[in-house]
Nanobody
Framework: QEQLVESGGGSVQSGGSLRLSCAAS????????MGWFRQAPGKEREGVTTISRNGRTSYTDSVKGRFAISQDNAKNTLYLQMNSLKPEDTAMYYCAADTRWWASCGPSLDFGYWGQGTQVTVSS
């Protein structure tokens, strides 16, 4: 059973940076698609960014130019570098992964594995 464990969340002021990590229990090189999602109180879960096995990435418009997804297959870890943080980035951030090679990698994918989440709070 695939396990994902997020870390790196915290509280920062507007304009600050955080780097989230997601440690996977299996080799990330074997995962077809990984991504970061977030959910703010009272709002629906939102796909933030995804990365496919071949390195293709996608970002939601609100984070383009500020956030960057990457993975270190040697460490089986997915990262989310978040710069120029804004109060509207405040949310619980979740790591997700999927192994189905035939599925299209992107925020609309019904990911099979999820982490427990890490809280990010940005104050103005």
């Amino acid at each position: 059973q695939e396990q994902l464990v997020e870390s790196g969340g915290g509280s920062v002021q507007s304009g600050g940076s955080l780097r989230l990590s997601c440690a996977a229990s299996v080799h990330t090189a074997n995962l077809h698609c990984m991504g970061w999602f977030r959910q703010a109180p009272g709002k629906e879960r939102e796909g933030v960014t995804t990365i496919s096995r071949n390195g293709r990435t996608s970002y939601t418009d609100s984070v383009k130019g500020r956030f960057a997804i990457s993975q270190d297959n040697a460490k089986n870890t997915l990262y989310l570098q978040m710069n120029s943080l804004k109060p509207e980035d405040t949310a619980m951030y979740y790591c997700a992964a999927d192994t189905r090679w035939w599925a299209s990698c992107g925020p609309s994918l019904d990911f099979g594995y999820w982490g427990q989440g890490t809280q990010v709070t940005v104050s103005s």
